[in-house]
């Protein structure tokens, strides 16, 4: 990948940005790589197993994530915490990895991935003193790459977002929404009195992240998610001007590490009117 494919991050003369700069383009393609070689051959061609908390994972989960730890290292020598690790190391390598961390989804959506759903994605992302400051996200299918650098924007393919600027009213809203983990007296009133014109939930919380970045969704809510599926994501939905909090408080950041709850729009108006909704529907 050459330098003037991601021509809108800024050149200078500075040591330090250019460094930043070869970092973001070698996860990037980095992620790519592993797509093209380790998940894609596999789609709709491996067998899914569980794992002990229920969960699905592959073969390509797998190979996947071995490979992106091997590159993920060759760029930045960080400890790398993957999903399809056990609790215990994960645990141990965010306690270790203050100073720098890489936290990794090789597929996220497997579901989608072994049903054939085209919604599924890879998800990198680069932490430090437990906060975001680098996100990729790659869709191998539509060959969409969302990726955000702290105070730099965020972008997709090449293009800041978000790529769709009208702002509607909440009650004229695109809701992405997973029922299945919010409270049964949350979901009837959702289902029932919707604040919003229509929902969807596609099963990849990584890419929901990114599609309301890009405007594709205007609200979310999600009601427990893991480190590696918001990561990424949420400095991609920071950076392009979205605003998130939990069910719990509005600070995102200080919630449960394992398991966090989402409230997010695309704008602070949108925000606060889709928060006080929920508080006062939960």
């Known amino acids: 990948m050459g330098n003037e494919e991601w021509g809108h991050i800024p050149f ?25 070689e380790e998940i894609m051959p ?11 908390d229920g969960s699905m994972f592959t073969e390509a989960d797998l190979a996947a994530q071995n490979a992106l730890v091997s590159a993920l290292t060759a760029i930045a020598g960080h400890p790398v915490l993957g999903e399809e690790m ?12 203050e100073a720098g961390l890489w936290c990794i989804d090789p597929i996220d959506g497997t579901s989608n991935f072994v049903n ?29 790459v969302f990726y955000a650098e702290q105070g730099k ?23 992405g929404i997973d029922f299945k983990r919010i409270s049964s007296t949350l979901a009837q009133k959702l289902a029932s009195a919707p604040p919003y014109s229509s929902q969807r ?7 929901d992240w990114c599609y309301i970045a890009a405007g594709r969704f205007d ?11 918001y990561a990424a994501g949420s400095l991609i939905l920071q950076e392009a001007g979205g605003i998130l909090g939990t069910l719990v408080q509005d600070d995102f950041w200080s919630d449960d590490v394992w398991q966090r709850s989402v409230v997010a729009a695309r704008s602070e108006g949108l925000y606060q009117g889709w928060r006080a909704w929920i508080m006062a529907a939960k």
């Open 201 to 207: 939930n596609f099963g990849a919380s990584t890419l």
């Open 42 to 52: 596999r789609y709709l061609k491996v067998a899914r197993q569980r794992k002990s």
């Open 153 to 175: 924007g965020a972008f997709l393919n090449g293009v800041q977002l978000p790529i769709k600027e009208y702002m509607p009213d909440l009650c004229h809203s695109m809701a």
């Open 86 to 97: 056990p609790f215990a190391l994960q645990k141990e390598l965010w306690q270790a990895g």
């Open 116 to 144: 054939g759903l085209p919604y599924f994605a890879v998800s990198v992302a680069l932490m430090r003193q437990g906060r975001s400051v680098l996100g990729v996200v790659y869709d191998p299918v539509a060959d969409e």
């Open 219 to 229: 609200v979310y809510l999600h009601g427990g998610q893991k480190l590696w599926d």
């Open 12 to 36: 200078t003369h500075s040591s330090f940005l250019i460094a930043q700069r070869i970092m973001l383009n070698a996860v990037i393609e980095a992620v790519k790589t592993v797509s093209r």
